[in-house]
T-cell receptor, first 115, second 115 residues
Framework: GNSVTQMEGPVTLSEEAFLTINCTYTATGYPSLFWYVQYPGEGLQLLLKATKADDKGSNKGFEATYRKETTSFHLEKGSVQVSDSAVYFC??????????????FGKGTLLTVNP | DTAVSQTPKYLVTQMGNDKSIKCEQNLGHDTMYWYKQDSKKFLKIMFSYNNKELIINETVPNRFSPKSPDKAHLNLHINSLELGDSAVYFCASSQGGQGYNQPQHFGDGTRLSIL
């Protein structure tokens, strides 16, 4: 079945530091990959996505590149802000059909950015 | 305008009671979901409906019963509540079918606490 593994948190950084959150996946077919963000007390919001190999998703200064050869989709940001403090989820949906249409999430990584 | 709204936001009740959570989306999506998020932020899909038809039914106790009166609504009824049901329940929607790699839009969650 499909699975997503992302780095354990919590991650604590100072403002303007570089951020990487690692994500690797196992999937049948040709998955689409997503990063969702959950701010405190809120639901999840789509941060970025990539639907095929070598695609780069980007939004709000965050980037992730779909690497089929390493089955990875690492999230990066060059300079984090306090407002980026949240839980980040890597996720995939496989295009294999049937029960694979469901979104499979990683366990989430809590990011705290200190001023 | 709230895209995916669920009520109530907080639900505190005693073991053994029966309760319902309601969800409505005004995005015109044809697929809706219920997720359970535990205290460690782990997200697990419970159910999914596409055009009022149940398409995903994960291993969830029979005490949980979803109902979709129309494609804009997906309610969750829980019988005989147990301590282990304490969690945050999220409703989500997306445009499914051929657009299955479309992002899901989440409500703000219902925090269920069992006393």
């Amino acid at each position: 079945g499909n699975s997503v593994t992302q780095m354990e948190g919590p991650v604590t950084l100072s403002e303007e530091a570089f951020l990487t959150i690692n994500c690797t996946y196992t999937a049948t077919g040709y998955p689409s990959l997503f990063w969702y963000v959950q701010y405190p007390g809120e639901g999840l919001q789509l941060l970025l996505k990539a639907t095929k190999a070598d695609d780069k998703g980007s939004n709000k200064g965050f980037e992730a590149t779909y690497r089929k050869e390493t089955t990875s989709f690492h999230l990066e940001k060059g300079s984090v802000q306090v407002s980026d403090s949240a839980v980040y989820f890597c996720a995939l949906v496989s295009l294999g059909g049937g029960s694979n249409y469901k979104l499979t999430f990683g366990k989430g990584t809590l990011l705290t950015v200190n001023p | 305008d709230t895209a995916v709204s669920q009520t109530p936001k907080y639900l505190v009740t005693q073991m053994g009671n029966d309760k319902s959570i309601k969800c409505e989306q005004n995005l015109g999506h044809d697929t809706m979901y219920w997720y359970k998020q535990d205290s460690k932020k782990f997200l697990k899909i419970m159910f999914s409906y596409n055009n009022k038809e149940l398409i995903i039914n994960e291993t969830v106790p029979n005490r949980f019963s979803p109902k979709s009166p129309d494609k804009a609504h997906l309610n969750l009824h829980i019988n005989s509540l147990e301590l282990g049901d304490s969690a945050v329940y999220f409703c989500a929607s997306s445009q499914g079918g051929q657009g299955y790699n479309q992002p899901q839009h989440f409500g703000d969650g219902t925090r269920l606490s069992i006393l």
